[in-house]
């Protein structure tokens, strides 16, 4: 079951479209990501309460384990207390 879907904090579909899914433009998807991250801290400090009670799943529909959205939101919320 999902409780909640914080679809404010996804990529711009222009972001997205860019990615493509191509590893080789991943630390540059991160930096451009993070940097759209940075006007929605309200809505990431949501998500840090809510992960300090308990499991936070982040989903995404890439095939590719290492390299999508959720593994670099996932960074960010680390990284950014």
Same mark, same amino acid.
């Given at each position: 079951?999902?409780?909640?879907?914080?679809?404010?904090?996804?990529?711009?579909?222009?972001?997205?479209?860019?990615? $493509?899914?191509?590893?080789?433009?991943? /630390?540059?998807?991160?930096?451009?990501?993070?940097?759209?991250?940075?006007? &929605? +801290?309200? #809505?990431?400090?949501?998500?840090?309460?809510?992960?300090?009670? $308990?499991?936070?799943?982040?989903?995404? /529909?890439?095939?590719?384990?290492?390299?999508?959205?959720?593994?670099?939101? &996932? +960074?960010? #919320?680390?990284?950014?207390?």
């Amino acid at each position: 079951m999902i409780d909640e879907w914080a679809k404010e904090v996804a990529p711009s579909t222009d972001l997205r479209q860019w990615f $493509g899914h191509d590893p080789a433009r991943w /630390s540059e998807f991160k930096r451009k990501y993070f940097e759209e991250l940075r006007g &929605k +801290e309200a #809505l990431l400090e949501k998500l840090r309460v809510d992960a300090g009670k $308990g499991l936070v799943t982040l989903l995404y /529909s890439a095939k590719d384990e290492d390299h999508n959205q959720a593994i670099a939101l &996932k +960074e960010y #919320l680390e990284k950014r207390p």
